[in-house]
């Protein structure tokens, strides 16, 4: 058997608390990978070993959790839930070749649930359903499944059903082969005195989904009416594996009841990656979707292998930097225990530590002329915030942090905006932007205040005026004079500064004039009304007188400033606005809110539409008002609205909004100056 057909690549998936850590584990231990049962709850989970995971005790990245059954390796990528770290998903989609979705009981379909189906959707991974929990209060997996259906179509069908619910939970039968895996002995047991009622309209639904996968399936069932056992598996994981089909196992991660069934499912329905080999000749090449810096190893690179072999002591190329490197020793990683490992083939996810010049989304190859494999297409960060150091003299430290940590979360981006003189931390939502800075602390020493990003805003005019400057003073020796008339003109939007002189008689020496447009660049730079850059002006310098002795280039400066100035407080002068353009997608029941919020923020709807069962709107609105956009989307569609933003334009700022501008401005200048 080829290697590859061992393998099977699965990404647990799912709304946040639904158990898929705890299933991880559980599936750990009844496999013998681990000697122990790890928790989420009293903090010995194998997976959640990160400080920050254990203090909230939730997944905040993905983890590793390799095992073997039966045969086959199952490497299992447990994903957090929590929509902030939905970047951990995109990851691990794009290198496993089925996902497991987990719902809960008694919770039923959840916003995750929706989130996770269609994120494998979009990445062309077929699903299986896992209910979990079924031994909770409440729980019922008629009303779960129902919900499903319902939300998913007929394509998900139940493979398993439990044997009573909640309290009275005592296993689960196996609808294809009816047999029945007993809550009590942990194992296999004979076919229950009375099974459920559902049994056989279901096994037939099973059935019938084998046999359509193949026309001798399809004969062989006409003739007989029911398939062999090993016909009928056979057929299931085509339709799996063609997305006709997703079946739905039930059982409680906790409880230890299900699994079996689970494990014998995954093996066997789950698709093995020769189906997505990288074609090539055979020769190594493999991507790096995962970067993690552990504090004693250093930087270690997740690889997902998809052609030819990697030994340690290698080396390869990075064919998207065009840079070597050196391959050290393999592991395989499960949670932070590390596993070594003598080569790693097609199918494979192994861990590598201290390559030099490589990040995640990278291809390795040990065929400098190989092309490099699609990367992951990461979420783009929505939520901005200014961080600055608590301690003077740490602004260094705070880069050089946050650049490491990148290296470890492409999903969020910072940048130093020197105009605002600021440092901007764009992310994917307030609770991640609370880990980033709780690793900076821990991993850095450095202590950080997050506060609202300064909004870039824009000043011009409305209408031309003129204004005269003079610059005249006398000290010891040579004095300085400079004097000046100009005419402003507001432009065409988004034309910028021109300048042009309209001297005559030489009352302004040409050796002067660069200087004069010098001094109107630099206070247009400074910003009159609050400080903030001038735009879309045309200065014309028309008039003005020298001395042959006073006059200097900085003399004509200063002239040029005070015209300026003058003549824009007469041009009308006006505040713009950035403005940015909103692209969202809401469930329609959401809709309507959705609206009244933009209309409060003093959003503009340009396009309203339906995309893939949503509502899709555009939407322009002011950057002041879109900085939060991101956790007031959420919280109006529980979870369920996405958006992209993108800078737009500059636009005049109502009156109200330019005034408390301005005052602030007014209130920090004063401030500095005491």
């Not at 639904?18 to 750990?28: C, D, F, M, R, Y």
């Amino acid at each position: 058997m080829a290697h590859a057909t061992a393998v099977r690549n699965v990404a647990l998936i799912g709304h946040g608390g639904t158990g898929k850590t705890s299933l991880a584990e559980a599936l750990l231990f009844r496999t013998g990978a681990t000697n122990r049962l790890g928790r989420v709850d009293d903090r010995t989970s194998l997976l959640d070993h990160d400080p920050d995971a254990q203090e909230r005790r939730t997944t905040l990245a993905l983890g590793l959790a390799p095992c073997a059954f039966a045969g086959t390796r199952l490497n299992l990528v447990d994903t957090p839930g929590y929509l902030d770290f939905a970047g951990e998903v995109r990851a691990a989609l794009r290198v496993v070749e089925s996902a497991l979705l987990l719902v809960d009981a008694a919770a039923g379909v959840e916003v995750g649930t929706v989130l996770g189906w269609k994120a494998a959707e979009e990445a062309g991974r077929p699903r299986l359903l896992f209910v979990n929990r079924i031994d909770r209060e409440n729980a019922n997996f008629q009303r779960t499944l129902s919900a499903l259906r319902e939300a998913f179509g007929e394509r998900v069908v139940p493979l398993a059903w439990p044997l009573g619910e909640a309290g009275a939970f005592r296993g689960v039968v196996d609808l294809v082969l009816r047999r029945a895996f007993s809550a009590a002995k942990g194992g296999e047991a004979a076919e229950p005195a009375e099974p459920p009622p559902e049994a056989a309209d279901w096994h037939k639904a099973l059935v019938e989904a084998a046999a359509e996968s193949d026309d001798e399936l399809l004969e062989a069932y006409l003739e007989a009416g029911e398939l062999a056992p090993e016909d009928a598996w056979r057929g299931l994981a085509r339709a799996v594996a063609e997305g006709r089909l997703a079946p739905v196992l039930v059982g409680s991660a906790l409880g230890g009841v299900g699994l079996d069934l689970l494990l014998q499912s995954l093996r066997d329905l789950a698709p093995a990656p020769e189906a997505t080999q990288a074609a090539g000749d055979g020769r190594f090449r493999g991507l790096v979707f995962k970067t993690v810096a552990d504090p004693f190893v250093g930087k270690i690179s997740l690889i997902r292998v998809y052609s030819g072999v990697l030994r340690p002591d290698s080396h390869v190329r990075n064919l998207n930097r065009g840079e070597d490197e050196r391959v050290g020793a393999l592991f395989r990683l499960r949670g932070k225990e590390q596993e070594p490992v003598d080569e790693a083939r097609a199918g494979d996810i192994v861990a590598v530590a201290k390559l030099q010049h490589t990040a995640t989304g990278d291809t390795l190859s040990d065929d400098p002329a190989a092309e490099p494999l699609p990367g992951i297409a990461f979420p783009r960060p929505v939520y901005p915030v200014a961080v600055r150091p608590r301690s003077k003299g740490d602004e260094e430290k705070i880069g050089a942090g946050l650049a490491r940590l990148a290296e470890e979360d492409p999903t969020f981006v910072v940048e130093r905006d020197a105009e605002m003189r600021q440092t901007v931390l764009s992310a994917m939502g307030d609770v991640h932007v609370e880990v980033i800075c709780s690793r900076l602390r821990r991993k850095f020493g450095v202590e950080v205040e997050v506060g609202e990003p300064r909004v870039p805003y824009r000043e011009t005019i409305t209408r031309t005026a003129r204004g005269e400057g003079k610059h005249k003073k006398q000290t010891g020796g040579h004095g300085q004079y400079g004097h000046c008339i100009l005419e402003i003109a507001p432009g065409e939007r988004g034309s910028g500064f021109a300048f042009e002189e309209r001297i005559f008689g030489g009352a302004v020496p040409k050796q002067y004039i660069p200087a004069v447009e010098k001094g109107v660049v630099e206070t247009m730079r400074e910003g009159v009304l609050a400080g903030y850059p001038v735009v879309d002006v045309k200065v014309v310098l028309l008039d003005g007188s020298y001395h042959p002795v006073d006059s200097s280039e900085l003399a004509f400066k200063i002239a040029a400033s005070l015209a300026f100035k003058k003549a824009f407080a007469e041009a009308k002068p006006v505040l713009l606005e950035p403005v940015l353009e909103l692209e969202i997608l809401v469930p329609e029941a959401c809709l309507g809110d959705v609206m009244s919020d933009l209309n409060r923020k003093r959003g503009r709807v340009l396009e309203i539409g339906s995309e893939a069962g949503m509502q899709r709107l555009v939407a322009h609105v002011p950057q002041a008002e879109a900085n939060r956009y991101a956790i007031d989307l959420r919280s109006i569609t529980q979870g369920r609205g996405l958006f992209t933003a993108r800078f737009s334009h500059y636009d005049e700022a109502p009156p109200h909004v330019a005034q408390a501008v301005i005052q602030e401005a007014q209130s920090a200048e004063a401030r500095a100056a005491r």
